[in-house]
């Protein structure tokens, strides 16, 4: 039998499920009517069952432990997202390539993938220079290179000689802040900071520049060599630290990038002795080029690596006429200064000297090799100007900034550690703990103004839980500092440039291949905060 209850819940109960149609902001429902609901055994005119309350709010424990159950139920129904693609082109921005005239390529981590033992074999080149040149303590000859220790995109303090983590909003990600090794706990790091937000110009000098300014006290390490250079220098600091040997940290940093850097035409004649041991076999490479040339796009090569170096891998890649494939290469050019110098005069390259000429360049010719100029001169020469141009390149900065600020050119952005950080995101256990934590968060938030005594305890038992998540899907990718992408929910500030300077981003040149030269590349609808959580109810 159902008996009457008071006209002031019924019509609570009315205006609360006529809210609920109409309501499109939200999928999940609020939690108070939920509870309501969840009392409700008939309903029938405005009668409802004597179990139920009129006066009933969530308040005890167990109340809170019931809507609890009740969520994780919801999740368990939820059907999981399906998996991305490894090999995706991933869309920032909306990119016709039928407009698309010019095609430009770097050549490390875009033309040309190294195995990871190259980070290795350098790695260990910059370790023995510091010891032989700069003459730190032999000991450190000993400290081994850990390949999964840093991800780039990291900042360096030189000022206080840390490697953290920030978010696009440059927030320090607590829990991702270490001095050498050694992980900095929460308190300390807001001790030496202040706050977990830090100030623009601490981060990127009084300019603001998306580029290192002397005056700033980071340095953010976005390349791939940059991965070798960032463990060094942390255990170069661990070993300082545990010998208590006193030390500057911006001295070791300049001194572990100087020999990084010093290291290099070492390297290079390495790569050049034994290329199959370094460079990953790509042989879509040729198929790409062939398709691009083939259907009359031109073609061009600007690199900051030496003509030898260079030769030796694209032969080994494409082929020994693989300059038939371009109308420009330009080597040595020492970017970004060739983005943003005016007067830097590209100069002709003579392989038989191995040296470079002084006669004035009228022209820019095909089979010859350039060196150093601009890409101003690039544009004068050739013609090439605009959203006609279309540039890949591995560095956000180096690579693609200035061509996509100051020169309208469209841009693609080649990521190789995108493919591990997909099929992670697309293992069924992280895409559980990710699911699971969105749908706690959301009952926190919707909970944490309730300041029954039964609210609290579960709020503080919901948000252990939440760090425990957090972790975990943190962890996942990189134990120290997560993904390269994200924080613990907002983007990294090495995806916020990225996003800014890429219109196209992926994990290898040649996921292009599969599309036409006239495909556009749409980008996701992306949800804004006031905007619909979906269009569908």
């Not at 030496?192 to 100030?199: A, I, Q, V």
């Not at 975990?472 to 990189?478: D, E, R, S, W």
Request: with cysteine.
């Amino acid at each position: 039998m159902c008996t009457a209850v008071s006209s002031s819940i019924v019509s609570t109960l009315y205006r609360e499920n006529v809210l609920l149609r109409r309501q499109v902001l939200s999928p999940i429902l609020p939690r108070t009517i939920q509870w309501l609901q969840s009392k409700i055994r008939c309903v029938s005119g405005t009668a409802v069952t004597k179990e139920a309350n009129p006066n009933s709010t969530p308040t005890t424990e167990a109340d809170f432990q019931y809507i609890y159950e009740s969520t994780k139920k919801k999740f368990q129904s939820k059907k999981l997202p399906v998996n991305v693609d490894p090999h995706a082109v991933f869309a920032c921005n909306e990119l016709d390539l039928s407009e698309v005239v010019v095609y430009g390529f770097d050549y490390d981590y875009t033309l040309a993938c190294y195995k990871p033992i190259l980070e290795e074999l350098l790695y260990n080149l910059a370790r023995e220079m510091l010891v032989k040149r700069f003459h730190y303590p032999e000991d450190i000859l000993g400290l081994e290179y850990e390949p999964n220790f840093a991800v780039r995109g990291l900042h360096y303090d030189v000022e206080k000689g840390l490697l953290v983590k920030l978010d696009s909003f440059l927030q320090l990600q607590l829990g991702s802040v270490y001095r050498g090794r050694t992980k900095v706990e929460a308190d300390e790091v807001l001790h030496l900071y202040h706050n977990r937000l830090l100030p623009i110009a601490y981060v990127e000098g009084p300019n603001n520049s998306y580029r290192h300014n002397t005056n700033s006290k980071m340095v953010q390490l976005a390349d791939l060599f940059s991965v070798p250079e960032m463990c060094l220098l942390c255990n170069v600091i661990e070993y300082f630290e545990r010998n208590r040997i006193d030390y500057n940290p911006e001295i070791v940093f300049h001194d572990t990038r100087t020999a990084m850097g010093s290291c290099h035409p070492i390297m290079h004649g390495k790569v050049m002795h034994d290329t199959e041991k370094y460079i990953e076999r790509n042989p879509k490479l040729v198929k790409y080029l062939e398709k691009l040339q083939q259907a009359g796009k031109n073609l061009f090569l600007v690199t900051n690596s030496p003509f030898s170096f260079v030769n030796c891998g694209m032969s080994w890649l494409v082929g020994p006429h693989w300059r038939d494939f371009f109308d420009v290469v330009i080597v040595q050019a020492r970017k970004p200064k060739f983005f943003t110098d005016e007067s830097r005069p590209i100069r002709l390259f003579d392989e038989k000297t191995q040296s470079h000429l002084w006669d004035r360049v009228f022209k820019l010719e095909k089979g010859k090799i350039y060196y150093e100029g601009s890409v101003r001169q690039l544009q004068e020469l050739k013609g090439w100007r605009g959203h006609s141009v279309l540039y890949f390149g591995d560095h956000p900065y180096s690579d693609l900034a200035d061509v996509t600020l100051k020169h309208s050119w469209r841009t693609g952005a080649i990521i190789s550690e995108l493919a591990h950080e997909i099929k992670t995101l697309n293992r069924e256990d992280f895409k559980m703990s990710a699911n699971w934590l969105q749908m706690l968060t959301q009952l926190i938030e919707e909970t944490q103004d309730n300041e029954s005594e039964g609210a609290q305890i579960c709020l503080s038992r919901w948000m252990e839980e939440r760090d425990q998540l957090r972790n975990k899907t943190k962890n996942v990718f990189n134990e120290q500092f997560g993904s390269v992408f994200r924080t613990y929910h907002n983007p990294t500030y090495f995806s916020r440039r990225l996003f800014r300077f890429a219109d196209i981003y992926t994990s290898d040149i040649t996921n292009l291949f599969k599309f036409s030269t006239s495909h556009t590349f749409y980008p996701r609808r992306g949800v804004m905060p006031h905007e619909y959580a979906s269009h569908f109810i």
